[in-house]
């Protein structure tokens, strides 16, 4: 099985660096941003953001996963023999199955709502907005989701053109895409863009958006991936 990497566990940034043609360790030099005040080793992958309008360096997006978290997040299944192939962030997961295009991608979640944003197999940003008991009509939620997706439009102007696709509970999906179609009056996609026909038992089961980051932890290819 692929477990999905919590987010309070994962380390993100987004770190103005040399230019790759410099011939400077990208990586290495993310790998240390994302290490200040964090003990022990830890696993990063970087992504090569484009420039925007104020960019003043070329900027990346970076992510890292803590071992110790990483252990942490094994030993259940471990000391259940449950054989874990990897550890994936759900930014990455949702990639794979969202299309190839500029796109935003917001998930509803009963607790927070996370907000994703991609060009092609590039994941550009990510955020997760705790509900913290509020709904998704709240002043503050509404500031917070509003304020983002207007951060996204101005850093990166390929999302001006990109679209927006909604995924989760479908309650709470539809609450979130009126409210992006009351603010933005955009067209707001509703449903995966990959065909599934359950087979087996799970044959007849109807796997709607809700069901998105399971798919696509569920299509990961250890040998490809992130979190190989």
Sequence with gaps: ??????????????????????????????????????????????????????????????????????????????????EVEALEPEASALMRITGANSRVVLVAGARTIGIYAYEASTTLFTRTIELSGETIDSDRIRSSLMGTVDYLA???????????????????????????????????????????????WLAGFELDSRWAIAIGLASTRVEQEVAA
């Excluded at 990346?60 to 110790?68: D, E, K, N, Q, V």
């Excluded at 999302?159 to 539809?174: F, H, K, R, T």
């Excluded at 609450?175 to 009056?185: G, N």
Aim: proline share 9%; aromatic share 6%; hydrophobic share 45%.
């Design 1 to 82: 099985m692929t477990v999905a990497i919590p987010y309070d566990r994962l380390l993100s940034a987004i770190v103005e660096l040399p230019p790759r043609s410099s011939g400077a360790p990208i990586e290495t030099l993310a790998r240390a941003e994302l290490a200040k005040g964090i003990d022990g080793q830890h696993e990063v992958h970087v992504w090569d953001l484009p420039p925007g309008r104020r960019a003043r360096a070329s900027e990346y997006f970076a992510i890292g996963l803590p071992h110790i978290a990483a252990n942490e997040l094994l030993a259940p299944f471990l000391r259940n023999g449950v």
């Design 154 to 200: 101005e850093r990166f102007p390929l999302l001006e053109e990109a679209s927006v696709i909604v995924l989760g509970d479908p309650a709470a999906s539809d609450r979130l895409a009126a409210s992006l179609q009351r603010e933005y009056e955009t067209v707001v996609e509703r449903e995966l863009r990959i065909e599934i026909r359950p087979v087996g």
